[in-house]
């Protein structure tokens, strides 16, 4: 898989067990996504670092409590416990994924911005055009947003995007469908991990 990358989404500490974001179900994906990491020669990892005072956290807005969604200028923000500070042990990746020495992006350090999309990074670009990368496969959490975000992003930029549906989650069950079928009515293919495990 030399012209192709295998990028991985918020699998950080704070989001596994134990964490102060942890989300049911991501350390049974994280297993999966160990499996295949070593399968590229490309391994992107896509984090999330926040200053302690971030839009995004709940406890920065009296009254609101996590997983709440609430009106800011003209996005919808959904509302976080504090996690992935800069600096904590909550921002950091497994340590297997660390071993594997992917190149790390991060977003997500301004305090008044809300930034999906590695996109926006020169460094992230600079790698898939010096590695002529042209295949991405993506992997993580959550759905909505990052994943989301940066699959748009890619399939604009001409890159063929593939979606390793059973290693990624999303927030919600009921927005599930409808971002899968949007994703594939772009041209998003969507694949599972056993089919990779086979090939």
């Not at 898939?128 to 295949?135: G, S």
Request: hydrophobic content about 40%; proline content about 5%.
């Amino acid at each position: 898989m030399y012209d192709s990358a295998f990028i991985v989404v918020g699998l950080q500490l704070d989001f596994l067990i134990v964490g102060n974001a942890e989300f049911p179900g991501l350390n049974y994906i994280s297993g999966k996504i160990e499996k295949l990491a070593p399968m590229w020669n490309h391994l992107i990892v896509l984090n999330e670092e926040h200053p302690a005072d971030h839009i995004s956290f709940a406890a920065c807005h009296p009254w609101r409590k996590p997983h709440q969604i609430l009106n800011i200028g003209d996005r919808n923000q959904y509302l976080w416990p504090i996690h992935c500070v800069s600096g904590t042990l909550g921002a950091l990746n497994p340590n297997w994924l660390i071993s594997l020495n992917p190149l790390v992006i991060k977003n997500g350090m301004e305090r008044e911005t809300e930034n999906y999309s590695a996109f926006d990074n020169l460094t992230f670009r600079e790698y898939l055009t010096n590695h002529h990368i042209k295949h991405l496969f993506f992997s993580g959490f959550p759905l909505e947003y990052q994943l989301r975000e940066n699959m748009l992003d890619a399939l604009n930029k001409g890159f063929e995007v593939s979606l390793i549906q059973d290693c990624t989650l999303s927030l919600s069950l009921n927005n599930q469908d409808t971002i899968y079928k949007e994703l594939l009515h772009l041209g998003v293919k969507k694949i599972s991990y056993s089919d990779l495990i086979q090939t």
